[in-house]
């Protein structure tokens, strides 16, 4: 497994783990009250979720990894100003009393990442996928029509 040094001290994190909770939080050894930094351990689950965004000739393609999810607890969803919204939830796992734990490093909670499109987007067209934990989704382009040409004769 590939792994990285953090630049804030000696804790390690893996650059591939989408729900890691390995996340710097400049405030937390500050005494502000605990609503006042910037997230908790339960909504930073996916705070690093990775997207990837790439253009082809005919679409905007994400994709993102999200192991473990199904497609029900994923939310897609466009905005008239063109701002797509990917967001979803992983529940936490219920404890039985009688288990006991040696290991926790699966993380659970929300999260939701949002990108501005450019103009040359078909927002009434998006098209969705989820397969074997990864995400994809489409954004048709507008096609770009090349202006007709005519040569004029010129005369003389």
């Known amino acids: 497994?590939?792994?990285?040094?953090?630049?804030?001290?000696n804790r390690r994190s893996s650059i591939f783990d989408p729900f890691s909770l390995d996340v710097w939080d400049p405030f937390k050894d500050f005494p502000f009250p605990s609503s006042f930094t910037t997230h908790t351990p339960e909504t930073s689950a996916f705070a690093n979720t990775r997207i990837d965004w790439k253009e082809t000739p005919e679409a905007h393609v994400f994709k993102a990894d999200l192991p473990g999810l199904k497609k029900e607890e994923v939310k897609v969803e466009v905005e008239d100003d063109r701002l797509l919204r990917i967001s979803g939830e992983r529940k936490?796992?219920?404890?039985?009393?009688?288990?006991?734990?040696?290991?926790?490093?699966?993380?659970?909670?929300?999260?939701?990442?949002?990108?501005?499109?450019?103009?040359?987007?078909?927002?009434?067209?998006?098209?969705?996928?989820?397969?074997?934990?990864?995400?994809?989704?489409?954004?048709?382009?507008?096609?770009?029509?090349?202006?007709?040409?005519?040569?004029?004769?010129?005369?003389?």
């Open 92 to 156: 936490t796992e219920k404890e039985d009393k009688n288990d006991t734990w040696h290991r926790v490093e699966r993380s659970s909670g929300k999260f939701s990442r949002r990108f501005r499109l450019p103009e040359n987007v078909k927002m009434d067209q998006v098209k969705a996928s989820m397969e074997n934990g990864v995400l994809t989704v489409t954004v048709p382009k507008v096609e770009v029509k090349n202006p007709d040409v005519k040569a004029i004769e010129i005369s003389g």
């Open 1 to 9: 497994m590939a792994m990285i040094p953090s630049f804030f001290g």
